[in-house]
């Protein structure tokens, strides 16, 4: 509900942004800004499609190039909040700190990055066999079936 919520505030809240910045900048300024914003957006996208090695690269330049296209997209949108928050995302600093975060949310919640699912403690291990009709030494139960 709240992604819903976000996807309709941002339009608002950028044309409120278009109209009081724009005020204040000028025509020619707020114009400059938008072209200029998506010109380092194109050159980050296209610089960074070409920088990323998974093979050897490790989860923080990963994570790294991941906010860097996010940003590259976020700059290349016209508005005044998406490119702040696009340039936010460019900041090392801003990465590692996500990154943290998020690791310590899926922490909280059971998961744990290139470890192994724990095992379950209510889990029984067993076999069983299929035995015909008229074999079965006890009435049917709730573990029986029928064949």
Known sequence: MWIFAAFL????????????LGGVLGLWLTLGFVLGSAILGAFILRRG?????????????????GFSMLAALLLILPGFLTSFIGV????????RGIVLL?????????????????????VIDGDY?????GDRPLPPSKWTTRD
């Open 102 to 122: 998020v690791g310590q949310r899926l922490a909280a919640r059971g998961f744990a990055l290139g470890a192994a699912p724990a095992a379950q403690s209510d």
């Open 49 to 65: 499609a070409v920088g990323v090695q998974p093979g050897r690269a490790g989860l923080m330049q990963l994570a790294g190039s």
């Open 9 to 20: 505030a941002l339009p608002l809240i950028e044309i409120g942004l278009f109209v009081t």
């Open 88 to 95: 936010l995302l460019l900041i090392p600093l801003v990465q």
């Open 129 to 133: 066999s299929v035995m015909p009709e």
